[in-house]
C-alpha cells in the first residue's frame, strides 16, 4: 500500500512537471509567432511615421525609403561622384533636401572632427549606421588576409568605431530634442561565433552589444536604437550575388527592415531572414560551426 501511494506521488510529481514544462514551451512559442506575425506582417500595414523623430537622417542605405517617407538625408560616403549621383535622384524624384559628406570610415578616428563641423545645425533625427566590410572576399583564416596589418584595421575602423564615433556625433542632439532613432546594422555572423570570417563576426557582435546597451541607457530618455541582423543582401560586399528566394535586394530589405521600426528593437530585418536565422541555429548550431570536422571543411 505504501509502495503504491509513494509511486502515484512520484507520478504526480513528474506528470505536474511534464505539464509545466509542454504549457511554457507552448506559451513561448506562441509569443515568438505573435511577435514574428506583428514585426513581419503587420508592420507591412501600420508604419511608424519616421518623421516623428525630425527632419534629416543620416547615412546612406536606407535612403530611398527614408527619402520617400518624409525625410530630408545626408549622405556620407567616400566617393563623391557616388554622392553626387544618388543625391540628385533623391532630389528630383522624391523631392527631399540632401546634405552630402564625403569621407572615408576607414581612416580611423581622424575623419570625425570635420564630420562633426558638417552636421552642425542639422537636426538629426535618425541615423542609420550601415558601412560595414570583410577584409577577404572569401573564407579565410586570420593569418592568410592579404596585407594583415592595414586591412584588419581598416575592417576595425568601418565595422565599429564608425559606429561609436557617429552615436557619438548625433545622440547629443537628439537628447536635447527628447527624441531619436539610431539604426545600426549587424550581421548573421554575430548570431554565433564565425571561424574563417573571425574579425568580422567579433566586429558585428560589437555592434549587435553595443546597440542593445544603448537602447538600455537610453529609451527613457525618448531614444529608440534598433540593432538589424540581416542574412545575406546583394550589395558591393557580397558581389552583388543574385537576388533569390533567400538572398534580399538591397532595395526590398531596406524596405522591410524600414518597416520593423516602432515594432522591435532587434530584428532580421524581414521574414525570410528571419526565417533562415532560425532554421539555421536549428541545424547549423555553434557548437558545430565551431568544430575542427566544419572548419576544416571551409578552409
Known sequence: M??????????????????????????????????????????????????????????????????????????????????????KEIESRYKRQTHLIQTDFTEGHSIYSAITQQLE????????????????????????????????TQVINCNTLSVTQMCRLVLPGMLERGKGLIINISSEAASQPQPMLSVYSATKIFVTYF????????????????????FIVSTNMTHNIPVNPLVKSAASFARDALNTVG?????????????????????????????????????
Not at 280 to 299: A, K, N, T, Y
Open 263 to 299: 515594432y522591435t528593437t532587434y530584428t532580421s530585418g524581414c521574414l525570410t531572414h528571419a526565417l533562415q536565422h532560425y532554421a539555421l541555429s536549428i541545424f547549423f548550431p555553434g557548437w558545430l560551426r565551431l568544430s575542427s570536422f566544419c572548419v576544416q571543411r571551409m578552409d
Open 121 to 152: 545645425g542639422l537636426e538629426i533625427g535618425i541615423l542609420v549606421n550601415n558601412v560595414g566590410m570583410n577584409y577577404i572576399g572569401v573564407l579565410a583564416n586570420f593569418l592568410d588576409v592579404p596585407d594583415p596589418d592595414q586591412r584588419i
Open 2 to 87: 505504501g509502495d503504491t501511494a509513494e509511486w502515484s506521488w512520484y507520478s504526480l510529481v513528474l506528470c505536474s512537471i511534464g505539464s509545466i514544462t509542454v504549457v511554457y514551451y507552448m506559451l513561448r512559442w506562441s509569443w515568438q509567432c505573435w511577435h514574428g506575425f506583428k514585426v513581419y506582417v503587420l508592420s507591412e500595414i501600420w508604419q511608424t511615421d519616421l518623421r516623428t523623430y525630425g527632419q534629416w537622417a543620416g547615412k546612406v542605405f536606407f535612403k530611398e525609403w527614408l527619402a520617400k517617407r518624409g525625410l530630408d538625408i545626408v549622405l556620407i560616403s567616400r566617393s563623391d561622384d557616388k554622392l553626387r549621383s544618388v543625391a
Open 211 to 230: 546597440s542593445r546597451c544603448l537602447h538600455a541607457e537610453y529609451r527613457s530618455k525618448g531614444i529608440t536604437v534598433q540593432c538589424v541582423v540581416p
